[in-house]
């Protein structure tokens, strides 16, 4: 028997007629909407977003003003770095390492890489003479030692000496390197410079092949007229002395061709 207000188990509740007009019951469309959700998958916390351009032409248009804008500040930057440069190569000022001699390096010297190629000739010629002299001066230093041995005196070897330590680096730095100068940055001024000392270096040499008797006699140089005097006292002395000459008279010939060949060179050039 049942009793009196205790509920059916077997009783469904409110009866819903599918086929009535208006659809499902009010209750039950909000579960019907949350099941639709939870089959798509909408409205949960981790679904995956998908950005969708709205405009692709204007972010192309975007992109190419941003390439526009590096491009045209690379050139900038790039006029910038060679203005700085000629400015460099223009006041003469050099930043590059020492390489010559490769033994021991005490001077930067790169005909090859930094002289013009129309130039490079006459730069290898003014660097041969550069060297004659080099080594006419330290003939000159073995020379005077020998006549000094031979009872010379003392007084010709520190001539000589002096010769040495003050003509080799000063004729790198008064004519040679503002003749490389020259050649690099096209600076007529420094071609002056070169030539006003390169006069100077070729009336040093003709002094020297002569070798007047005007300081200790003449013998702290390896000239014709030292020569002379010393051979009749000793043999090889005066040949040491006779081959100094021969330098340095070879020094004077190679210097006046380098002096005329830069010379036309400089004319034509400009």
């Given at each position: 028997?049942?009793?009196r207000?205790?509920?059916?188990p077997?009783?469904?509740?409110?009866?819903?007629?599918?086929?009535?007009?208006?659809?499902?019951?009010?209750?039950?469309?909000?579960?019907?909407?949350?099941?639709?959700?939870?089959?798509?998958?909408?409205g949960?916390?981790?679904?995956a977003?998908?950005?969708?351009?709205?405009?692709?032409?204007?972010?192309?248009?975007?992109?190419?003003?941003?390439?526009?804008?590096?491009?045209?500040?690379?050139?900038?930057?790039?006029?910038?770095?060679?203005?700085?440069?000629?400015?460099?190569?223009?006041?003469?000022?050099?930043?590059?390492?020492?390489?010559?001699?490769?033994?021991?390096?005490?001077?930067?010297?790169?005909?090859?890489?930094?002289?013009?190629?129309?130039?490079?000739?006459?730069?290898?010629?003014?660097?041969a003479?550069?060297?004659?002299?080099?080594?006419?001066?330290?003939?000159?230093?073995?020379?005077?030692?020998v006549?000094?041995?031979?009872?010379?005196?003392?007084?010709?070897?520190?001539?000589?000496?002096?010769?040495?330590?003050?003509?080799?680096?000063?004729?790198?730095?008064?004519?040679?390197?503002?003749?490389?100068?020259?050649?690099?940055?096209?600076?007529?001024?420094?071609?002056?410079?070169?030539?006003?000392?390169?006069?100077?270096?070729?009336?040093?040499?003709?002094?020297?092949?002569?070798?007047?008797?005007?300081?200790?006699?003449?013998?702290?140089?390896?000239?014709?007229?030292?020569?002379?005097?010393?051979?009749?006292?000793?043999?090889?002395?005066?040949?040491?002395?006779?081959?100094?000459?021969?330098?340095?008279?070879?020094?004077?010939l190679?210097?006046?061709?380098?002096?005329?060949?830069?010379?036309?060179?400089?004319?034509?050039?400009?």
């Amino acid at each position: 028997m049942n009793r009196r207000g205790d509920p059916n188990p077997f009783d469904e509740g409110d009866e819903v007629n599918p086929f009535a007009n208006g659809g499902t019951a009010a209750g039950s469309r909000p579960r019907a909407s949350s099941m639709a959700s939870e089959s798509f998958g909408f409205g949960h916390k981790h679904d995956a977003t998908v950005d969708i351009p709205l405009d692709p032409t204007n972010d192309s248009q975007r992109k190419v003003k941003e390439l526009a804008a590096w491009e045209v500040d690379l050139k900038r930057r790039e006029k910038d770095i060679q203005r700085r440069e000629v400015a460099v190569a223009k006041a003469g000022v050099t930043t590059d390492d020492k390489n010559w001699p490769p033994f021991f390096p005490i001077i930067h010297h790169d005909i090859a890489n930094e002289i013009p190629a129309h130039a490079q000739r006459l730069q290898y010629l003014a660097f041969a003479s550069w060297l004659g002299i080099v080594l006419c001066l330290v003939f000159n230093v073995i020379a005077v030692i020998v006549c000094w041995i031979k009872g010379g005196g003392v007084k010709i070897f520190f001539l000589a000496t002096i010769y040495a330590l003050l003509g080799c680096p000063l004729s790198y730095v008064l004519w040679y390197r503002p003749l490389y100068r020259a050649m690099r940055t096209d600076s007529a001024l420094k071609f002056g410079w070169f030539f006003l000392f390169y006069l100077l270096h070729i009336g040093f040499c003709i002094f020297a092949a002569i070798a007047p008797p005007i300081v200790f006699h003449g013998k702290s140089l390896t000239g014709i007229l030292a020569a002379i005097d010393v051979f009749s006292d000793h043999v090889l002395v005066g040949i040491f002395y006779l081959l100094g000459f021969a330098l340095f008279c070879l020094e004077s010939l190679l210097s006046f061709w380098v002096l005329q060949k830069i010379y036309m060179y400089f004319r034509g050039h400009k």
